[in-house]
Nanobody, 116 residues
């Protein structure tokens, strides 16, 4: 069974940085395009960054130039470096498969709160 364990969130001031990690088990991590998703209170979950099996990345417009997604296939780990954080980045962040679709299970997520 696939397991997704996110970590690295926290409370940070506007302009600050955080690095999220996600350890994936129960599947061949390197075989999948992966993504970071986020869900703010009262809003739908959205994909913010994706990375293919070959390392090609893509980002939603609101995080371009501030967030960087990466992966370590040897460690079955997905990362999200988040810089110049804004209050509107506040959300629970999740990792999951991106293509063809998310796995049918989600981790607990990690809370990111950007506030002064």
């Amino acid at each position: 069974q696939v397991q997704l364990v996110e970590s690295g969130g926290g409370l940070v001031q506007p302009g600050g940085s955080l690095k999220l990690s996600c350890v994936v088990s129960g599947t061949i991590f390197g075989a999948w395009s992966m993504g970071w998703y986020r869900q703010a209170t009262g809003k739908q979950r959205e994909l913010v960054a994706g990375i293919t099996t070959t390392g090609t990345t893509n980002y939603t417009n609101s995080v371009k130039g501030r967030f960087w997604i990466s992966r370590d296939n040897a460690e079955n780990t997905l990362y999200l470096q988040m810089n110049t954080l804004k209050p509107e980045d506040t959300a629970v962040y999740y990792c999951n498969r991106n293509v063809p679709a998310p796995f049918g299970i989600w981790g607990q997520g990690t809370q990111v709160t950007v506030s002064s």
